[in-house]
């Protein structure tokens, strides 16, 4: 019996001591750093600054919550832009999957170049004048927070599904062909397809915003492959815009290889996997515009091992993957603009 009170003051004391280093830690579980790579906190405080910064020209909004009630920012950049003018609207999302961080920090990226650029370049005076571009950098926020405080490879959100599973794939949720091929309805799964359409939080803010906005054109940015991934994804049928969708992702492709001389392979997403239920699908679907699924760097064409990144590319490569795909983006927005 004396020695069960002193195990147990031992024990005690051993907890006092681990639970006192965790909450002085300064990157413990409320304050997360992923390195180079923006958390959610630092995505919210560098849009607040970037609008505050250039205000005549970006604003951020929360276009709504996801299941943690974490807000799903956008900034919005564009002359003009407490107004909602009659100009076309481009839209660029980046995480539906949470590991993917690098497709938070291009889309991050490319909304800190325009708004910084905008008084020196005509070419994004000219595009910010006559277009509003919303970018929604991290759209799967609780996934992304859950892929940094605890489990990297974490792919979907963050729904407690009841049965001990945690998580939708985002990017299986949306309405059109829901159910379909290259999703599924195990909650283990990684690609689970939740239990009905718009299911989660996340997916149904997106859904509003898209609906309300009316987009042009769409990127969802996303890794890895190198790809550039356009509709349909859930049949190898051509979409019938095919030819339109396809010169499109093939000058984007061209302008991704001439700056760091990567190859993005274009086509249609089928053609790589099928899949039921995305973004791309959903939104070309709706409202028959360009809509892209954007597969960063690496390349796939090595499987992922310890020594090869697959999902987890070095942070020397942030850069020159924004680099590369910032004008692609920038033709996007301008084809936008020469549809009116
Ligand atoms: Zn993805």
């Not at 195990?7 to 413990?28: A, K, P, Q």
């Not at 091929?181 to 799964?189: C, E, I, M, R, V």
């Not at 509003?208 to 049949?235: E, R, V």
């Not at 290889?257 to 249609?268: I, L, M, W």
Request: some cysteine; aromatic content about 12%; charged content about 20%.
């Amino acid at each position: 019996m004396k020695y069960l009170k002193y195990l147990l003051l031992m024990l005690f004391i051993v907890f006092i001591y681990l639970f006192g280093i965790s909450s002085t830690c300064d990157n413990g579980p409320s304050d997360p750093t992923a390195g180079l790579y923006h958390t959610y906190a630092e995505i919210d405080a560098e849009l607040h600054a970037l609008a505050s910064s250039y205000s005549a020209i970006a604003s951020v909004t929360s276009i709504g919550e996801s299941v943690e009630q974490r807000d799903l920012w956008a900034i919005k950049i564009s002359d003009n832009v407490a107004q909602d003018e009659d100009e076309p609207v481009v839209v660029l999302f980046g995480c539906h999957h949470a590991r993917e961080w690098i497709s938070v920090d291009v889309p991050f990226l490319i909304a800190k170049y325009l708004v910084e650029n905008y008084a020196s370049d005509t070419l994004v005076a000219r595009l910010v004048n006559n277009s509003e571009i919303w970018i929604a950098p991290m759209v799967n926020p609780d996934g992304h927070q859950y892929s940094v405080t605890s489990d990297r490879l974490w792919r979907k959100n963050r729904r407690n599904n009841g049965n001990g599973t945690f998580g939708v794939d985002l990017n299986r949720n949306y309405s059109y062909q829901w159910g379909g091929p290259g999703s599924s309805g195990d909650t283990y799964s990684d690609i689970y397809r939740g239990p009905a359409p718009f299911s989660e939080p996340e997916t149904q803010v997106l859904r509003d915003f898209m609906q309300q906005m009316s987009p042009k054109a769409m990127i969802s940015y996303h890794n890895f492959s190198q790809l550039i991934l356009y509709a349909w994804g859930y049949t190898y049928s051509p979409a019938p815009d095919e030819a339109l969708l396809d010169s499109i992702a093939v000058v984007m492709a061209h302008k991704i290889r001439s700056v760091h001389g990567k190859d993005y392979t274009s086509g249609q997403a089928s053609t790589l996997y099928l899949a039921s239920g995305d973004t791309v699908d959903w939104l070309y679907a709706l409202l028959g515009v360009p809509s892209y699924t954007i597969e960063l760097r690496p390349t796939s064409s090595l499987r992922p091992t310890s020594s090869y990144p697959g999902f987890e590319l070095p942070e020397s490569e942030i850069q020159p993957t924004f680099e590369e795909n910032l004008p692609a983006a920038l033709f996007l927005i301008d084809w936008a603009i020469d549809q009116l």
